[in-house]
């Protein structure tokens, strides 16, 4: 069974940065995509980006566009978000998923437990 951790979450204030990372007990071949999602209070869980281990990316959701980042350590069974010119807006709770495929309509069958985002005015 795959597992998932985040971490790297925590305070900043408005156009501070934080970089989360998501590490994962073992890559395998059924698990081939990984996605950033996030939930802010009140709202429904979306989709940030995501990325396969052979570096493929999907798009950003719009509000993060030019300001977040994807990327992975396959020697350390990491996949990293680098997050800057953080808002208000992007207070959440943040959550890695795995699954087969690649996309945010797609079934993510495996998630971590969350790391706390919150960005101060």
């Known amino acids: 069974q795959v597992k998932l951790v985040e971490s790297g979450g925590g305070l900043v204030q408005a156009g501070g940065s934080l970089r989360l990372s998501c590490v994962f007990s073992?890559?395998?071949?059924?698990?081939?995509?990984v996605a950033w999602f996030r939930q802010a209070p009140r709202k429904e869980r979306e989709f940030v980006v995501g990325?396969?281990?052979?570096?493929?990316?999907?798009d950003y959701v719009d509000s993060v566009k030019g300001r977040f980042t994807i990327s992975r350590d396959n020697a350390k069974n990491t996949v990293f978000l680098q997050m800057n010119n953080l808002k208000p807006e992007d207070t959440a709770v943040y959550y890695c998923?795995?699954?087969?495929?690649?996309?945010?309509?797609?079934?993510?069958?495996?998630w971590g437990q969350g790391t706390q985002v919150t960005v101060s005015s």
């Open positions: 990325i396969t281990w052979t570096g493929i990316r999907t």
């Open positions: 998923a795995a699954g087969a495929l690649l996309g945010p309509l797609e079934r993510y069958d495996y």
């Open positions: 073992e890559r395998t071949a059924s698990t081939p995509a």
